[in-house]
């Protein structure tokens, strides 16, 4: 893989989900709730090949440090720690300023996903994934991968797509977040209606532009992009990111 492409796994979390399995001590990406590994190795062995172990950067609470370097086959300074969980911008830039600390280039291309997914199949997303960063960096835009969902689901992000940039490839118009189920019924019978997938791509200039702002609330940041291509999937989505297609954000 291009030794310009990283990736970045925001694994923080509190344990308040899956009680009384997880708890603040074992949050759900250190669950192993869809086999041997939990859902954090899943996520890392799920993006090699595509990316070196000296290129994924973890960042996660500092509580979970340790059992993160335990558990994943990647240099143990690269899991990083959170002094104090701030959702996704504030992770976004401290991910920012440690590669930028490694001395990356701000032209660097930085995917950031979540360490909680289940994906099938890994290489079909490995794919989609590759052709989002290609593309961002073409374009110098952010990007993000859109799926079809299968039922009108309330507790996800929707996509509302623009018009089509090159084949696969759609400007957002805007998004919705955990619309109400009327809503939602509506977007499942819209074609130009994808759900969230939860990985992003840009260059490490185009995520500063977005973080810096950041210490205001992401949802509102996100909303005012123009430029925020997505890759939408032609498959239709159990959740489980199913084959996408993409679309382009900036």
Not at 65 to 90: C, M
Not at 97 to 113: C, N, Q
Request: net charge positive; charged share 25%; hydrophobic share 35%.
């Amino acid at each position: 893989m291009d030794n310009e492409f990283y990736a970045v796994v925001m694994a923080g979390g509190r344990g308040a989900r899956f009680w009384p399995l997880g708890r603040k001590n074992r949050p759900k990406q250190l669950l192993q709730l869809t086999g041997e590994k939990t859902m954090l190795e899943d996520t890392v062995l799920r993006l090699f090949p595509l990316f070196s172990p000296e290129r994924i950067l973890i960042v996660t609470s500092a509580a979970y440090i340790d059992e993160a370097r335990r558990l994943l086959p990647i240099p143990p300074e690269n899991v990083v720690g959170e002094p104090a969980g701030r959702d996704t911008a504030p992770c976004v830039a401290l991910a920012l300023g440690e590669l930028k600390r490694r001395g990356a280039s701000p032209d660097a291309v930085m995917t950031v996903l979540p360490a909680d997914h289940l994906i099938s199949p890994a290489a079909e997303f490995r794919k989609q994934l590759r052709g989002a960063m290609e593309f961002a960096r073409k374009r110098d835009v952010l990007m993000t991968l859109g799926v079809r969902p299968t039922y009108p689901a309330t507790g996800y992000g929707y996509i509302c797509c623009g018009n089509e940039l090159e084949p696969g490839f759609h400007a957002v118009e805007r998004f919705v977040e955990k619309p109400p189920r009327a809503e939602a019924e509506r977007y499942l019978a819209q074609a130009t209606i994808s759900g969230t997938a939860g990985s992003s791509s840009g260059s490490s200039r185009r995520w500063k532009r977005r973080s810096t702002s950041s210490c205001r609330p992401w949802r509102s940041s996100r909303a005012s992009s123009p430029r925020f291509p997505t890759r939408r999937s032609s498959s239709r989505r159990s959740f489980r990111c199913s084959p996408a297609r993409r679309s382009t954000a900036a």
